[in-house]
């Protein structure tokens, strides 16, 4: 079956600009997660949603990035007056439960922001 | 807080093993996953251990030991195309957000 999937793949964005990437996890997923990247390092928890409900967005690095996921399924990331230190690879992952032995996470490929 | 330790690189040659050590300490522990990552590409899944011991899966293996916060990934005949990042991550008990290391890039040569 399909992965999960991200969009759009690369973005390019002026500061200030506000942008939305966008998620399609596994079909039937509950659980999804957004990971911020950035080069050389190992990805930074964002947010989690379980189905439709936020439930930690603790790793959001400011009231400019907001994350919504409205019908338990496709998820939005949006920053707004996006700056430069924005600039990273957004990450999606998606698993099949809250918890039991389906916690593995599978990962789309990501967004690559690149604020100027 | 958690951190999470492993090497920053690793250079290997093709056929060879090599050893990929990872060190946690953690508030709360309910398993450590090993991720693969190619330049560019998404972290593709490898392994979970949330018991003690060795988990073989083909050429890769994951061992754990939770009373010393340590885990290794053993790669065998290595190939060209193992060179990419290895991420180890842990799963706190509570909640269910992946904390990782910083990734081991590991270059395999002819």
């Known amino acids: 079956g399909a992965g999960v999937s991200q969009s759009p793949r690369y973005k390019v964005a002026k500061r200030g600009q506000d942008v939305a990437l966008r998620c399609d996890p596994i079909?039937?997923?509950?659980?999804l997660f957004w990971y911020q990247q950035a080069l050389g390092q190992g990805p930074e928890f964002l947010t989690y949603?379980?189905?439709?409900?936020?439930?930690?967005k603790s790793g959001l690095p400011s009231d400019r990035f907001f994350a919504e996921r409205p019908e338990g399924s496709v998820s939005t990331l949006k920053i707004q007056r996006t700056q430069q230190e924005d600039s990273a690879v957004y990450l999606c992952?998606?698993?099949?439960?809250?918890?039991?032995?389906?916690?593995?996470?599978?990962f789309g490929p990501g967004t690559r922001l690149l604020v100027l | 807080g958690q951190n999470i330790d492993q090497p920053t690189e690793m250079t290997a040659t093709e056929g060879a093993i090599v050893q990929i050590n990872c060190t946690y300490q953690?508030?709360?522990?309910?398993?450590l996953f090993w991720y693969q990552q190619h330049a560019g590409e998404a972290p593709t899944f490898l392994s979970y251990?949330?018991?003690?011991g060795l988990e073989e899966k083909g050429r890769f293996s994951s061992f754990l030991s939770r009373s010393k916060g340590y885990s290794y990934l053993l790669l065998k005949e290595l190939q060209m195309k193992d060179s990419a990042s290895y991420l180890c991550?842990?799963?706190?008990?509570?909640?269910?957000?992946?904390?990782f290391g910083g990734g081991t890039r590991v270059l395999v040569k002819p």
């Open positions: 251990n949330v018991l003690d």
């Open positions: 991550a842990v799963l706190k008990a509570a909640g269910n957000k992946l904390t």
């Open positions: 953690t508030s709360g522990f309910n398993g």
């Open positions: 079909s039937g997923h509950v659980s």
């Open positions: 992952a998606s698993s099949a439960l809250a918890g039991g032995v389906k916690v593995t996470q599978y």
């Open positions: 949603f379980q189905n439709e409900a936020q439930l930690d």
